[in-house]
C-alpha cells in the first residue's frame, strides 16, 4: 500500500475526491498526513471527519519563505510518503523542496498550460473568449506552473458560462481525472525518468494523457 501527503490551503474538494477515492479502494493507497499552511482551510475538517492526521504549517509565522519550507521540508522527509499531492496548495516551493522531492510531488492547475500560469485562469478564459478551458496535472518542477506535464483534461467553454460555472464545471473535471493519476502512479503505471513521464500500460496518444470531457 502506498501512502500520500496531500497539501491543501482551502476548501480541499479535491482533497474530498481523494480521500473518497482511497476509501473505495479505487486507488490503493492511504493518506497519511494532510498539511495546510493556513489554520482556517475547510479540507482539514474533511482530513478529521475521515480520521485522517492533520498539521498545520502557518506560513504567517515565517519571517521568509526559506524558512517555512525548510520545516514544510522535515515534516514532509519525516513523513516518507511515496506521492506527495498538492491540491489547491497556494504556495511557491522554493528548490528545498522541489529538488529534493523531485518526481514525487504532482500538482493540479485549473488550465491548459502553457496557457495560463499562475492565478486567475478562469477569468482569463472569459476575457479571452477561449473556446475551451482545462486542467494541467504535472510533476513539480521550480519552475512555477512549469514542470513535466502528466494530464491534461479539457472542456468546451459556453456562451453561457460565467466564473461561478466555469469554476464548478473545472472542479467537476478536477475530481475524475486527479484521482486517476493517483491512482495510476500509486499502481507504478506512471513514473518520470530523467524529465520524462513515463506510462506503463496506459495507451497514449502523444506526450501526455488527454481527455476531452461533456461536463
Ligand atoms: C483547484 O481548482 C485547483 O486546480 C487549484 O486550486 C483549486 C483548489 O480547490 N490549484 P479545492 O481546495 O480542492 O476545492
Redo the contacts with the bound molecule.
Keep these: 500500500m502506498k501512502k500520500i501527503v496531500v497539501l491543501?490551503?482551502?476548501?480541499?474538494?479535491?482533497?474530498?475526491?481523494i480521500i473518497d477515492k482511497c476509501k473505495s479502494k479505487y486507488i490503493h493507497a492511504e493518506i497519511g498526513c494532510v498539511i495546510s499552511n493556513n489554520p482556517e482551510?475547510?479540507?482539514l475538517e474533511r482530513a478529521k471527519s475521515a480520521g485522517i492526521k492533520t498539521l498545520v504549517i502557518d506560513h504567517k509565522e515565517y519571517q521568509s519563505r526559506d524558512l517555512f519550507d525548510n520545516d514544510l521540508y522535515k515534516v514532509l522527509k519525516d513523513q516518507n510518503a511515496d506521492l506527495i499531492v498538492?491540491?489547491?496548495?497556494?504556495r511557491i516551493l522554493t528548490e528545498k523542496i522541489t529538488k529534493n522531492f523531485y518526481g514525487k510531488i504532482i500538482?493540479?492547475?485549473?488550465s491548459l498550460l502553457p496557457k495560463y500560469p499562475g492565478l486567475n485562469t478562469h477569468q482569463q478564459v472569459i476575457d479571452n473568449k477561449d473556446m475551451t478551458h482545462g486542467?494541467t496535472i504535472h510533476y513539480v518542477s521550480s519552475e512555477l506552473d512549469g514542470g513535466p506535464i502528466i494530464a491534461q483534461g479539457e472542456v468546451m467553454t459556453s456562451e453561457d458560462d460565467d466564473i461561478d460555472n466555469l469554476?464548478e464545471r473545472?472542479?467537476t473535471l478536477?475530481h475524475e481525472l486527479y484521482p486517476e493519476i493517483i491512482k495510476y502512479i500509486c499502481d507504478n503505471q506512471i513514473n518520470i525518468y530523467s524529465n520524462e513521464v513515463i506510462f506503463k500500460n496506459l495507451s497514449i496518444k502523444g506526450t501526455h494523457i488527454y481527455k476531452k470531457y461533456d461536463i
Excluded: D, R
Aim: glycine content about 14%; overall charge negative.
Design positions: 491543501i490551503s482551502g476548501s480541499g474538494s479535491n482533497l474530498q475526491a482551510a475547510y479540507g498538492l491540491a489547491g496548495f497556494m500538482n493540479i492547475h485549473p486542467i469554476i473545472i472542479h478536477e
